[in-house]
């Protein structure tokens, strides 16, 4: 049985203007992390030169595909016809990041066959998590 799938994507980092850089970005979703999915860019897309990955909830992406949502860090919203705009927002600054909405719809239907929305609680593991915060402080 599946219990995580990537998907690589092809985004593109909005700059200043006129530039926009094109990035390979990798899509994540893990059933032991029913509630969320990740987004990991490469080392030469980032400030720090290294990969960096946000961690955000399913449901964020889900929603942000159809209409403007988030009010924290990780911000999505439609952007024509087609694409979907993924705001990361930091002390450093705002990336933006443009992409097929398309590709967003497959990853999300792919995440949805191994935990579909809505049953996120079944998957939890609880003993383990407790275990896991409670593990630094002893």
Excluded at 107 to 118: K, Q, T, Y
């Amino acid at each position: 049985m599946i219990t995580v799938i990537e998907q690589a994507v092809q985004a593109r980092l909005v700059a200043t203007a006129p530039k926009v850089e094109i990035v390979p970005v990798t899509l994540c979703y893990d059933r032991s992390d029913p509630f969320a999915v990740r987004m990991a860019f490469p080392a030469p897309a980032t400030l720090e030169g290294i990969e960096v990955s946000w961690t955000f909830a399913r449901e964020l992406l889900e929603a942000g595909l159809d209409r403007p949502t988030g009010h924290g860090d990780v911000r999505v919203r439609p952007y024509g016809a087609g694409r979907t705009v993924v705001e990361f927002h930091a002390p450093e600054g705002v990336a933006i990041v443009l992409m097929a909405s398309a590709d967003l719809y497959h990853f999300l239907e792919r995440a949805a066959s191994i935990v579909p929305p809505g049953t996120e609680h079944l998957f939890l593991d609880m003993d383990h998590s407790l275990a896991e915060l409670m593990r630094d402080s002893c």
